[in-house]
């Protein structure tokens, strides 16, 4: 068995005194983890960090074997993301979320995310939308997508500022105002693309919206908590402006 494809490194570990085993989020074969021969070597090491981008050929003699990768450097990053606090929990945020996912499960569109993502979590007004957007994506592949596209009451599509806590559906302005203390606010970044950073507020916000069905969908039915990754993320973003002090 043999291919080959696109992967970010998002976790290594080491295999014996020389090896490593490296786990990859690929753009055709999901998350998927391999021996690196070599890989416990310094001349390895730089190549070996989370973050990094490779091309990655996967051998193996029976489809269902751990196997082996040989690995190409395509895009190193991770000296840049492990010298900011910010980036580095964001990093680690993200590794963690995305071992929830069955491995060997294809999932493109995350994959291309990802790469996005690790290119730009260096900048603290872009790392905050980035990461709540990819929570928002995580909560979509595991089964557990928000429908954001039009109102839970009236079924139009414009002005959508809420979302139910409930049922995870957007609400417009007009239907939500009675209930807005009981709604989350949605926004727009969400939803629709923007010229610029969006606000800390908003980033806030979108953190209270994603933690609160990640939560309730994801961690809480398996006894857990949100990873301790996101609160450390949340707290080195308060630091750096991303969010306000106060936020979640």
Known sequence: MEWTDEGVIIGVRRHGEANAIVELLTRAHGRHLGIVRGGGSRR???TLQPGNSVRAVWRARLDEHL???TL?????RAGELMAQAHSAFALAHVSALLRLLPERDPHGDLHGLVETMTEHL???RLTGMLVARFELMMLAELGFGLDLTRCAATGGRNDLLYVSPRSGRA???EAGEPWRQQLLDLPYFLVGEVAAPPSAGDVDAAFALTGHFLARRIFEPRGQA???SR???LGALKRAGGIPAGGQ
């Open 122 to 124: 260096g900048e603290v």
């Open 231 to 233: 609160a450390a993320l």
């Open 44 to 46: 390895q090491a730089a």
């Open 226 to 228: 949100l990873p301790d």
């Open 171 to 173: 609400v417009s302005r």
């Open 72 to 76: 190409e450097l395509t895009a190193a």
């Open 67 to 69: 196997g082996s990768f």
